[in-house]
């Protein structure tokens, strides 16, 4: 782990301090968004492949986060492992990339519990389609997508996340 490294996760351990077990998931993404905001620490993570540009300039609100599937105790969680990570000098910036990235995808997209039609596994993240706004649910597991009909996706086309209906 660089020095700079180790700068970024100690600046988000310490934002995580207010934490406690009565906070929401909505306050944890302000505390991660504002964490991100700054052109430095986006940019460690995409010399790593992770692009979180697109995340600093959603607006939570409009985004169904009350869904998150984090409970409190993950939240809590969350700030625990963080504090781990700070304290393991073992410990690879790539994998905390990763775990940033998947707590993101947590807290800005809907998971459902559906069964993905190629490997069975239970959960799905809701998505829709970039220009037709089809719904798209895309398994955590084997990453493939799919329709609401269950009919799979071939074309290439992208992925977005959808916002709350208004
Ligand atoms: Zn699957």
Redesign the pocket.
Known sequence: MSHLEKKYILELDSALSDLDDSSTSFELLEIIISWLSNDFVINEFKKLGYDFSKYVHMEPEKYPIEKSILSKEEIVYFKNNIRRKKLNKKFKFQYFAQYIRDTLEHLFIEHIERA??????GEMQKLEEKGTHKDVYL?T????AFYADNSQIISNSSLVIPIKPS
């Open positions: 993905c039609p190629n490997c069975e596994w398994c597991q084997c990453g493939n």
